[in-house]
């Protein structure tokens, strides 16, 4: 299996602040990278696929990069709805595995 | 906008069978294009893929669990289920139904139902 690693595994920001989330693949994977944003309780909601498009409704703050085995998510201008777990997701090999997950705290 | 929900028994005993399904409305799930997923979150923890099945009956299983899964599909009803055989407490998860289309990964989602193994 392909794993796919998170870093860092806890972020604490601001609102207002610019972050970046890195997931790292055990292998390449071209750009079959997605997203995912998950608050307490609920459940996950996709925000970009293929490493970099954002999914119909994600504001533009959300943007990602990387090819390859090295992926980012950066979310900008913070908001407090935000504040959640993020999770990356590769689905260019079988089976699909997701990161551990980054918990965006409140600074 | 497509929709899904997830239904079943919450609580399911070890070594039973747990059986769960996926209502979707808002698209057809016999019109193709789309593979219809399961995925489950143990208490806590990250998210697990378990396979998917297309509308044709095609399937594909996560090794880790291929020997006790099965999914079918319904387009009559228009839903899907899944079924995990042999349960153990190691199985007790929120369990998520999503639409997956190729090149975009899961991009709707229904929101989750917890299933406990307990006697």
């Known amino acids: 299996d392909i794993q796919m690693t998170q870093s860092p595994s806890s972020l604490s920001a601001s609102v207002g602040d610019r972050v970046t989330i890195t997931c790292r693949a055990s292998q390449g994977i071209s750009d079959y990278v997605a997203w995912f944003q998950q608050r307490p309780g609920k459940a996950p909601k996709s925000l970009i696929y293929?490493?970099?498009s954002l999914h119909s409704g994600v504001p533009s703050k959300f943007s990602g990069s990387g090819s390859g085995t090295d992926f980012t998510l950066t979310i900008s201008s913070l908001q407090p709805e935000d504040f959640a777990t993020y999770y990356c997701?590769?689905?260019?090999?079988?089976?699909?595995?997701f990161g551990q997950g980054t918990k965006l705290e409140v600074k | 906008q497509v929709q899904l929900q997830e239904s079943g028994p919450g609580l399911v005993k070890p070594s039973q069978t747990l059986s769960l399904t996926c209502t979707v409305s808002g698209d057809s799930i016999s019109s193709g294009g789309y593979y219809w997923s399961w995925i489950r979150q143990h208490p806590g923890k990250g998210l697990e893929y378990i396979g998917y099945?297309?509308?044709?009956?095609?399937?594909y299983y996560n090794p880790s669990l291929r020997s006790r899964v099965t999914m079918s599909v319904d387009t009559s009803k228009n839903q899907f289920s899944l079924r995990l055989s042999s349960v153990t407490a190691a199985d007790t998860a929120v369990y998520y139904c999503?639409?997956?289309?190729?090149?975009?990964?899961?991009?709707?989602w229904g929101q989750g139902t917890l299933v406990t193994v307990s006697s």
């Open positions: 293929a490493a970099s």
């Open positions: 999503a639409r997956e289309a190729a090149g975009s990964s899961f991009g709707s």
């Open positions: 997701q590769q689905y260019n090999h079988y089976p699909y595995t």
């Open positions: 099945i297309y509308y044709s009956g095609t399937t």
